[in-house]
T-cell receptor, first 114, second 114 residues
Framework: AQKITQTQPGMFVQEKEAVTLDCTYD???????LFWYKQPSSGEMIFLIY??????QNATEGRYSLNFQKARKSANLVISASQLGDSAMYFC???????????FGTGTSLTVIP | DAGVIQSPRHEVTEMGQEVTLRCKPI?????LFWYRQTMMRGLELLIY????????DSGMPEDRFSAKMPNASFSTLKIQPSEPRDSAVYFC????????????FGPGTRLTVL
């Protein structure tokens, strides 16, 4: 069963605008973690942001914030003030209760338009 | 601090040859993961280690693949004999207890088997 679903294969956003990348997850574990990674065309996987299932507040890291809605099982990434360098693939991932297994989504390709 | 180090960054080999990919995790991290990324299958977990011990190798595609972690600072993924369908980007990642067990990825090894 697919654990992480990213329904937007491709997204476009105007430079300086905000964009939301969707992610829904499926788990019955009481404790889990949610992550977003960025993969630019150069290929490396860059960790962006983490949200624990028990965290009361949404995680933020600079221009990145994670809109965590536990009841809806969604963990959307919001990028504010988009920059050209934000053009990349973005992967949502979930860590299970054991802390070992990561489940990755299929990714969303974001293109920032000047 | 140095991140996860992988070598080589690119490998081109001929079918039937042995390929060895190398990884140095972040110092102090107790988990090490090997992933494979292809367009068709996305990011797949091959195997992971905890404190140098292989925990789950269910993702290793077949007996041609083997992985070792002789000490806390070094791991290898070996393919023998290699086949064209093994062409992919191979990532090594490591994690530690803090920050929700965030996995930090190396730059990857792009393997091409002719």
């Amino acid at each position: 069963a697919q654990k992480i679903t990213q329904t937007q294969p491709g997204m476009f956003v105007q430079e300086k605008e905000a964009v939301t990348l969707d992610c829904t997850y499926d788990t019955s574990d009481p404790s889990y973690g949610l992550f977003w990674y960025k993969q630019p065309s150069s290929g490396e996987m860059i960790f962006l942001i983490y949200q624990g299932s028990y965290d009361q507040q949404n995680a933020t890291e600079g221009r990145y914030s994670l809109n965590f809605q536990k009841a809806r099982k969604s963990a959307n990434l919001v990028i504010s003030a988009s920059q050209l360098g934000d053009s990349a693939m973005y992967f949502c991932a979930m860590r299970d209760d054991t802390g070992n297994q990561f489940y990755f989504g299929t990714g969303t390709s974001l293109t920032v338009i000047p | 601090d140095a991140g996860v180090i992988q070598s080589p960054r690119h490998e081109v080999t001929e079918m039937g040859q042995e390929v060895t990919l190398r990884c140095k995790p972040i110092s102090g991290h107790d988990y090490l993961f090997w992933y494979r990324q292809t367009m068709m299958r996305g990011l797949e977990l091959l195997i992971y280690f905890n404190n140098n011990v292989p925990i789950d190798d269910s993702g290793m595609p077949e007996d041609r693949f083997s992985a070792k972690m002789p000490n806390a600072s070094f791991s290898t993924l070996k393919i023998q004999p290699s086949e064209p369908r093994d062409s992919a980007v191979y990532f090594c990642a490591s994690s530690f207890l803090l920050q929700g067990r965030t996995q930090y990825f190396g730059p990857g090894t792009r393997l091409t088997v002719l």
